[in-house]
């Protein structure tokens, strides 16, 4: 089986939010919950770039970890779905998550903040595969599709690549000999303990 | 001769084409526009002994939370919550459960060493044991519903089943956020009533000295509280503090500001609780199975005289000089 990862070649990102809308239209994401955003770091400077972020899927996720409920799962792809059945919407995965990834639909005090909403790698949840409430509840399931998530497939300028992990690290490899540069796979250390050896 | 020539500058003029072809790559690399990129390495290196930094970028979306790009702390308190949490409150709660058993097995019910003199004084009147009982009560199920929250899903998940104790964990978060207000209630007021009582004097060193009553042989003078009681008092009123502080941020997340300010003051909360729990478990025990005649001044208020007189023998002295002794057949009137 892959080991599914997201990888954002930074050189290449142009902020255009293509990914952003793609992924809020792909999986009717409620509002105020963004499940992959653009950041630009060094706004200004020689150094800009900008990175396209989302839940990572880690190795060994924290959210999972802490998760005291145990509502998190790890598919055959590596990917890290939740349950929204067995969510209690405690916030825990929020304070563990280091990539932000982690939002809650309503925004009010009093442990009011409603189930967990994130990226699931246009892979769904524990529902009956493209089943409606699996729709309604988790968005898209294109890998049951046998496609790969919208946000990569749509990227303008092939910044973003979501896909098996070796054959993403190949490919973005492969671009930083070609061109003599590359800022290095962003998340990955963090994420995956390992980063894309150049 | 003039063939071989021409061949000859050809062949110069190939190979100077080939240099230059070659050159321009190397000049290319002289304006690289990632030489000062930041990577991601360089970041976390950059953490090394500032462990709650956050890189922060621009972002073009409303939400300005959003613009966190990483936060790497959040593996620190996973750190936290998944093993120093965790053995803290083994060790406290577990800990203390196992001292008090291996207690009662060596020392036993610790006996009222004269007989019941059948007279009374009131110990703590009505509204006392109401707060005692709303915060005690209160702090039982915050207790439990607040393990849940650590310990469930080693305990009672497998027991249970998924759905089962998702819908259990939900009534104990309900219950632990609304029965928080009222423990808070209790604990100001236990402050307000008993503080009085519990300033520290040299009177409780003695008394700490003589082992109170429970490890060495018989009891030291006490006032109403002593010196283990005041230290119950002070743990409940300044650990009580600091759960309803750190639990109104938790509840409250928007007051808090950031993730990083949440995960210091679920640390805070989670600590103090555990710790807190111990000490309950403690103060359960003497107040129940641990000593003879100590649960009636919780339960009825009324303790009996010679009980108070070993166990409060100051306080005992001044209630008896004031007259405020209930029962008996030398308070009836006679006929």
Redesign the interface.
């Known amino acids: 089986m892959a080991r599914m990862k997201f990888l954002c070649d930074?050189?290449r990102c142009i902020?255009c939010?293509a990914c952003?809308t793609a992924c809020k239209n792909e999986n009717e994401v409620p509002w105020?919950i963004?499940r992959r955003?653009?950041?630009?770091?060094?706004?200004g400077k020689?150094?800009e770039?900008s990175?396209s972020?989302a839940c990572m899927h880690c190795t060994d996720a924290?959210c999972a970890?802490?998760?005291?409920?145990?509502?998190f799962y790890t598919t055959a792809d590596a990917v890290v779905l939740h349950?929204k059945?067995?969510?209690?919407g405690?916030?825990?995965c929020?304070?563990?998550?280091?990539?932000?990834a982690p939002q809650y639909p309503k925004?009010g005090?009093?442990?009011s903040r409603g189930k967990m909403d994130k990226c699931t790698f246009c892979a769904g949840g524990p529902e009956v595969d493209l089943s409606p409430v699996e729709f309604q509840k988790y968005g898209s399931n294109r890998l049951a599709e046998g496609k790969l998530p919208l946000c990569a497939e749509m990227c303008s300028t092939k910044s973003l690549l979501a896909g098996d992990g070796a054959i993403i690290a190949q490919i973005y490899k492969e671009r930083v000999v070609k061109r003599?540069?590359?800022?290095?796979?962003?998340?990955?250390?963090?994420a995956y303990k390992e980063?894309v050896a150049i | 001769m003039r063939f071989s020539a021409k061949i000859r500058l050809l062949v110069t003029g190939l190979l100077l084409t080939f240099a230059v072809a070659l050159a321009v790559p190397a000049s290319a690399q002289q304006v690289n526009p990632t030489a000062d990129a930041m990577r991601e390495q360089q970041f976390l290196d950059a953490l090394k002994g500032n462990s709650s930094a956050e890189l922060q970028g621009r972002i073009t979306i409303p939400d300005q939370k959003a613009a966190t790009l990483q936060r790497p702390a959040g593996r620190e308190w996973r750190e936290f919550h998944q093993g120093t949490m965790l053995r803290v409150a083994v060790i406290s709660v577990l800990g203390t459960l196992l001292v008090l058993a291996a207690f009662y097995l060596i020392r036993g019910r610790i006996p009222m060493e004269t007989g019941p003199a059948g007279r009374t004084l009131t110990r703590f009147n009505a509204f006392e044991r109401f707060m005692h009982w709303l915060t005690a009560g209160c702090f039982i199920v915050l207790a439990l519903s607040g393990l849940n929250v650590t310990f469930g899903k080693m305990a009672l998940l497998p027991l249970v089943g998924p759905q089962a104790f998702t819908n259990i964990s939900v009534v104990a978060k309900w219950a632990h956020n609304f029965l928080a207000w009222p423990f808070m209630l209790g604990v100001a007021m236990m402050f307000v009533v008993w503080v009085k009582d519990n300033i520290p004097d040299a009177l409780d060193l003695r008394w700490f000295a003589a082992g109170g009553g429970i490890i060495g042989k018989g009891h030291p003078p006490a006032k109403r509280f002593n010196g283990g009681q005041k230290v119950v008092f002070w743990s409940v009123v300044l650990g009580g503090a600091a759960l309803s502080v750190s639990g109104f941020y938790l509840l409250f997340p928007f007051y808090a500001g950031g993730v990083l300010n949440l995960q210091f003051w679920n640390v805070v909360h989670g600590l103090v609780s555990v710790v807190m729990v111990a000490l309950m478990l403690g103060h359960i025990y003497i107040g129940s199975v641990g000593m003879e005649g100590a649960f009636d001044a919780m339960g009825s208020g009324e303790v009996d005289l010679n009980w108070a007189k070993a166990h409060h023998s100051l306080w005992a002295e001044d209630e008896l000089q004031k007259g405020q002794v209930n029962g008996g057949p030398r308070l009836q009137p006679a006929e």
Do not use: H, K
């Open positions: 930074a050189d902020e939010n952003v105020g963004n955003r653009v950041v630009t770091i060094n706004d020689p150094s770039r990175i972020m924290p970890a802490v998760c005291p409920v145990d509502c349950s059945d067995l969510c209690i405690c916030g825990y929020f304070y563990a998550c280091p990539f932000g925004v005090n009093f442990g003599g540069y590359g800022s290095g796979a962003w998340g990955w250390q963090t980063t």
